[in-house]
C-alpha cells in the first residue's frame, strides 16, 4: 500500500526564513504526490503535485517541491516566508484503483510564521 | 463558480440521531469522495464513487452509508451517531482516469456528537 510520512507535526519559522516541511512516500509504483494547504475553518486547496514530468514542481505562493527518487522524498520548500503562509500543510500520494484516484494523506504540518 | 458545495457547514448531533451531509458540484466530475479529518491523523477516506450508481468503501466506512444518484450529488449518511463520529468531513470532486486528477474539495462541515 502506498503512504506518505510527514515529518514534524508543528514547524515554527520567523517571517523571511526559509520554510522546509519534509515528507517521505512508500510505493510499489512510480508516485503521484500532492501538497495541499488548509488555512484555518476551510477546505484543503491544491499548492502543486509531481506526475513525472519534472523532478522539481512550482506551484502557487511561491511554493516548490523537489521530488527524489533515490530519498522517496517529496519536500516542500518557500525560500522566504510571509505572515500569510501559516496554515496547516498536507501531503497526499495517489493510488489509481481502476479508474479511481484515491488519494492517502499524511498527518500534516502545521505551519507558523512569527514576526 | 460554485466548485464543491458542502452543507450544513455545522452540526451537532446528540448520540445515536441520524443525519444526512450534503454534497454537490458542478465541474461534472465522475469521482467523489468522503473523508474526516481528526487531529493528527491527516483525512482519512470513509467512501468513495466512481459515476452515478456506483460506490465503494475506503479506509473508515464504518458507521456511514452513501449513495450517488446523480453526477452531482453524493450524500453522506449517519444511520446512528456516535461520539467517535465527532469530526470535520470533507467532500472532494475530480476526473477519472489518471493519478494525476486534482481532487477539489469542499469546505467541511464541522459535527459534534454529544
Known amino acids: 500500500a502506498q503512504s506518505v510520512t510527514q515529518l514534524g507535526s508543528h514547524v515554527s519559522v520567523s517571517e523571511g526564513a526559509l520554510v522546509l516541511l519534509r515528507c517521505n512516500y512508500s510505493?510499489?509504483?512510480?508516485?503521484?504526490l500532492f501538497w495541499y494547504v488548509q488555512y484555518p475553518n476551510q477546505g484543503l486547496q491544491l499548492l502543486l503535485k509531481?506526475?513525472?514530468?519534472?523532478?522539481l514542481v512550482k506551484g502557487i505562493n511561491g511554493f516548490e517541491a523537489e521530488f527524489k527518487k533515490s530519498e522517496t522524498s517529496f519536500h516542500l520548500t518557500k525560500p522566504s516566508a510571509h505572515m500569510s503562509d501559516a496554515a496547516e500543510y498536507f501531503c497526499?500520494?495517489?493510488?489509481?484503483?481502476?479508474?479511481?484516484?484515491?488519494?492517502?494523506f499524511g498527518t500534516g504540518t502545521r505551519l507558523q510564521v512569527t514576526l | 463558480n460554485a466548485g464543491v458545495t458542502q452543507t450544513p457547514k455545522f452540526q451537532v448531533l446528540k448520540t445515536g440521531q441520524s443525519m444526512t451531509l450534503q454534497c454537490a458540484q458542478d465541474?461534472?466530475?465522475?469521482?467523489m469522495s468522503w473523508y474526516r479529518q481528526d487531529p493528527g491523523m491527516g483525512l482519512r477516506l470513509i467512501h468513495y464513487s466512481v459515476g452515478a450508481g456506483i460506490t465503494d468503501q475506503g479506509e473508515v466506512p464504518n458507521g456511514y452509508n452513501v449513495s450517488r444518484s446523480t453526477t452531482e450529488d453524493f450524500p453522506l449518511r449517519l444511520l446512528s451517531a456516535a461520539p467517535s463520529q465527532t469530526s470535520v468531513y470533507f467532500c472532494a470532486s475530480s476526473r477519472l482516469g489518471g493519478g494525476g486528477n486534482i481532487q477539489y474539495f469542499g469546505a467541511g462541515t464541522r459535527l459534534s456528537v454529544l
Open positions: 509531481y506526475t513525472s514530468a519534472a523532478t
Open positions: 497526499a500520494v495517489s493510488t489509481l484503483t481502476g479508474t479511481a484516484s484515491k488519494l492517502t
Open positions: 465541474m461534472n466530475h465522475e469521482y
Open positions: 510505493s510499489s509504483v512510480p508516485p503521484y
